[in-house]
């Protein structure tokens, strides 16, 4: 991570301040509108976020059982799912949490549709993926704790730049198909899938942590160096 990092706190979610590295006055959100795309590249955009989840979720060794989109115009606050479990390492959770916003980043960068206005929107869209990670580091913050999400964001872009072309082939498939399998996933990731627990068989956790124990998930300061 080089510099301190800025967070804007000009979004407000329920009563509270949303942080973001990118600012724009009167943002709207992660809705439909505020990206301002064709109806193919909000699919796509969809996509690329779920498998950031999905190939790190390979990356980390963790369990995947399936990623899935919606497609067409947002109905609910969730129009994507990357359904997982067993991350027993806490740096493989940083990348994991972070991995979908940062996809969704770099793809708009990549093919010239970036703008400030769409950046917050892909960070607003994650505000479900930072509040479970926060929720077992409390100790990560933007700027008022021991690790700055800052740091998370890095180590999720590292990953992404090792396995881009992993992530834009899953999410070239999940866009035809809009449901894809662990083992499919797998496959066009070049990535073996992790174990599952004694209980992946009989259920799916409602989130990809639910599983695993919170001091093993901890993000600590030991897994990055700050320059």
């Known amino acids: 991570m080089t510099g301190p990092a800025v967070w804007h706190t000009a979004i ?5 301040a949303y942080p973001t590295r990118h600012y724009v006055p009167n943002a709207k959100g992660s809705s ?3 990206f301002d795309l064709e109806a193919p590249q909000l699919n796509y955009m969809r ?3 779920e498998a950031g989840h999905a190939v790190t979720t390979l990356t980390g060794r963790a369990h995947l059982h399936f990623a899935q989109i919606t497609l067409g115009p947002a109905t609910t606050t969730r129009s994507g ?4 479990c067993n991350f027993f390492d806490g740096r493989a ?7 979908g916003e940062r996809a969704v980043d770099r793809w708009l960068r990549e093919n010239g ?19 479970e990670f926060l929720a077992i580091n409390p100790h990560v913050g933007f700027g008022d704790r021991q690790v700055d999400y800052r740091a998370v964001h890095d180590l999720a872009d590292e990953a992404l730049d090792e396995h881009w072309s992993a992530v834009v082939r899953v999410a070239i498939r999940l866009v035809e198909e809009q449901r894809l399998e662990a083992d499919t996933i797998a496959t066009l990731a070049g990535l073996p899938n992790g174990r599952g627990s004694a209980k992946c068989p ?10 695993t124990p919170a001091q093993a998930a901890r993000f600590d ?3 990055w160096n700050e320059d």
């Open 113 to 131: 549709l970036w703008t400030p206005a769409r950046a917050v929107a892909a960070e607003v869209g994650a505000r479900g993926d930072r509040r």
């Open 81 to 84: 799912v990357t359904d997982c």
């Open 47 to 49: 996509a690329i976020h």
């Open 32 to 34: 439909d509108d505020s």
């Open 93 to 99: 959770l940083a990348v994991f949490s972070a991995a």
């Open 221 to 223: 300061r030991e897994y």
């Open 12 to 16: 407000n979610i329920h009563g509270e």
């Open 202 to 211: 009989l259920r799916q956790p409602a989130d990809p942590w639910e599983e």
